[in-house]
């Protein structure tokens, strides 16, 4: 919960849909994109952009973008403007790089030699600086700070290799990932296709959709001549509400190409040799909803596993264990079915109060979690609770709940964490308060019970929370549920930065900062 009141969020959210089958489509694009955007709007809640297409030659283009969330965004007048797109992308933005204004907001559209393109992103370039000199020495003018208008124009620079009259994508996307190693999941839409990317590391997720009937949407009969459409999704999450079904990631590396005739994998572009996948940790802990599948593996399981975990590693004398609604519940169920403790509610949440971590200062911030939360006095009232949390970052949020369980009656309140200590900054797409802001860097940080009013306080370690990640994946493969391909060779490796200092690549191409570079906390499985 924590990482919600600290303004802890993930950059954005891309998704895209390919209309299947003869063109104009009986799909309703527009909607398909919408619908997709608000199930995953809690990766981003600034502004909201679509592009939709026609797909002819030369095509047309519609674009409709708007501050705020998608509903506010999307009125029924802009949604009838783009209603004729056989295919489309569209993103909902947090920003970590660009201010928040609608000139920041994706997709981007450029005119290239050969027609427009449009581009969503989602992550963070750690070498943009060095690419923004590099596209004004080639005379291109950049009229946003937004790194995805940066990969739009570079995508638009023609390879050395290439023919006037026919421009080879798959050879300006391979350019754009030597120029850059991470981190960016890309959708790439140009005439009839979408272009689907992610970085060699695998940094940001991407994941691939089919649109079926609805009647066979629960079904395993569905084959490919029930294709209606392809999306694309930053999370899985979102196909279920458009009436598509899971088909597969996009593996690091990986070019993907999306057309009405289908999926074809049209290059994959390594890392380094002896780099371990980099997909980043937190997408587990907090940022993903919970029925998002990663790796083969839905979130919400992983999340019980680091309770279980927890539990084994920070057991307490208690009575009850119970959660911070709502992002901490499955690891509350998990240290619950480990200890053998009763689960039960302590607190209730009203939904209609604004994040707090708008508010601009302590005190207000504070007040604001207390309007945010009821005490449910009769389920704890003398008794000693085991309170999970996701995440204690500043130490602003838990403090006031602990009073508040305590006056309404709790005996003794424990905190356990999910999580590991944040102790650095993310330079790939996270927002994260500074080092010097972070609980964990600190003084008060030795004496964290007494400073929030617990009883006690334990953290899941590193390597507790990276045992309950790759536990999943390792007993997929043995079981043969997941390919290697699906992971990278059978090579399984994520990104901890925030937790240990250890980046996957030298972040030091733009950023001043002193870290592990090179080192991803992952281990190869056979």
Known sequence: MEFEESGIGEECGVFGCVAAGEWPTQLEVAQVLTLGLVALQHRGQESAGIVTCDGADPPTYTVHKGMGLVNAAFSPEALLKLRYGNLGICHTRYSTTGISELQNCQPFVVDTLHGKIAVAHNGELVNAQALRKKVMRHGVGLSTSSDSELITQLLALTPPMEELDAPDWVARIKNLMTETPTSYSLLVMFKDVIYAVRDPYGNRPLSIGRVVPVSKLHSSGAGEEDTEGWVVSS????????????????????????????????????????????????????????????????????????????????????????????????????????????????????????????????????????????????????????????????????????????????????????????????????????????????????????????????????????????????????????????????????????????????????????????????????
């Open 235 to 526: 999370e899985s999450c979102s196909f279920q509400s458009i009436g598509a079904k899971y088909y597969r990631e996009v593996l690091p590396g990986e070019i993907v190409q999306i057309s009405k005739h289908g999926v074809k994998s049209l290059s994959v572009v390594p890392r380094p040799e002896g780099d371990l996948p980099a997909f980043c940790i937190f997408e587990y802990v907090y940022f993903a909803r919970p029925d998002s599948i990663f790796e083969g593996q839905m979130v919400y399981t992983v999340r019980q596993r680091c309770g279980r975990q927890l539990a084994i590693e920070a057991p307490t004398d208690a009575d009850v264990v119970s959660t911070v609604p709502e992002s901490a519940t499955p690891a509350a169920l998990g240290y619950a079915q480990q200890s053998g403790l009763p689960y039960i509610e302590v607190l209730c949440k009203n939904r209609y109060v604004g994040r707090t971590f708008i508010q601009p200062n302590t005190r207000l911030r504070q007040l604001g979690v207390a309007k945010k939360f009821g005490a449910l006095t009769d389920n704890f009232a003398g008794k000693r609770v085991v309170l999970i949390d996701d995440s204690i970052v500043r130490g602003n949020t838990i403090s006031p709940i602990i009073k508040l369980l305590k006056e309404a009656g709790a005996t003794e309140v424990h905190i356990r964490v999910a999580s590991p200590p944040i102790r650095y900054p993310c330079y790939m797409g996270i927002n994260i308060p500074t080092k010097e802001e972070l609980i964990a860097n600190k003084p008060e940080f030795q004496d964290i019970a007494g400073y929030i009013g617990a009883d006690s306080v334990q953290y899941l370690t590193v390597e507790g929370l990276v045992s309950a990640v790759q536990e999943g994946i390792a007993s997929l493969q043995k079981d043969k549920m997941i390919s290697s391909s699906n992971t990278s060779g059978g090579r399984v490796g994520h990104c901890t930065a925030c937790l240990t200092g250890k980046y996957p690549v030298d972040c030091l191409l733009d950023w001043e900062i002193s870290s592990g570079a090179g080192v991803v906390t992952g281990a190869a499985t056979p």
